[in-house]
């Protein structure tokens, strides 16, 4: 597949920003909300999510310019962070914090002031339930690559394709916990897992070969 095709774009957003891991979690924070306030919830949690997003993708490799930082650096860490959050998928274990009880003072009340209800809406569901520096890192990472290939709309399809996924799950979070089940969800955060930690193999390769080369070519014009 290629690398800059809108395809690789969205299997790899949806592996690693999908949100399905963070169901339990959600219905942790959401209990106890009408369900026309969680709705409003969703709404404003996943516009906050695509303006990140969308920002990351502009200005990420800008921000990496300022800072000093080389796209070969940056694939390395971003390869690390996405395998270290591809073995956590892999290896866990209930979608439902297991030290976390429902109860009334862990979850939101009815009656939220509208400045509570924004804040929540975007930490923590927007960040880091939603997306977190595993997607936000891959995200830039894919922007360097439409950068040079003139594919940023793909990418960018592909971010807005995330986020009305990851808007569908939390629409209807109780309905996917309760056809899939604990153990459903579990399979799949774990298969979602493998493809992460592929992708973040993949970036780190790239990074540590950019890096041989620059090497190889420094050491041949010095001697040259």
């Known amino acids: 597949m290629d690398t ?22 959600f219905l942790l924070h959401t209990q106890g909300m009408p369900r026309a306030k969680v709705k ?16 990351f993708m502009l200005v990420g490799t ?15 860490a971003g390869g690390l962070l996405l395998g270290g959050v591809g073995l956590e998928m892999m290896n866990s274990r209930s979608p439902l914090p297991a030290d976390v009880e ?18 929540a809406a975007v930490v923590p569901i927007g960040i880091p339930l939603t997306i977190g520096a ?34 569908a799950i939390f629409r209807f979070s109780s309905r ?25 193999v993949e970036f780190l390769t790239k990074g540590l070969g950019a890096i041989y080369l620059n090497l190889r070519d420094g050491t041949l014009a010095s001697l040259g």
């Open 62 to 76: 800008r921000i990496l310019d300022f800072f000093g930082i080389s796209v070969s650096v940056f694939q390395i």
């Open 176 to 200: 996917i916990m309760a056809w899939l089940g604990e153990v459903g969800v579990t399979i799949f955060i774990k298969l979602m897992g493998l493809f992460t930690l592929a992708i973040g």
């Open 4 to 25: 800059s095709s809108f395809q690789h774009y969205l299997v790899g957003l949806l592996a690693i920003g999908n949100n399905v891991s963070a169901l339990g979690a």
């Open 102 to 119: 429902p109860s009334a003072s862990s979850s939101p009340k009815p009656n939220l002031s509208d400045a509570q209800f924004y804040s």
């Open 134 to 167: 595993g997607t936000l890192s891959a995200v830039v990472l894919f922007a360097e690559t439409a950068y040079r290939n003139g594919t940023l709309l793909n990418l960018l399809a592909a971010i807005v394709i995330l986020v009305l996924v990851n808007t």
């Open 40 to 55: 409003r919830l969703i709404l404003m949690s996943s516009l906050a999510c695509l303006l990140t997003l969308v920002l």
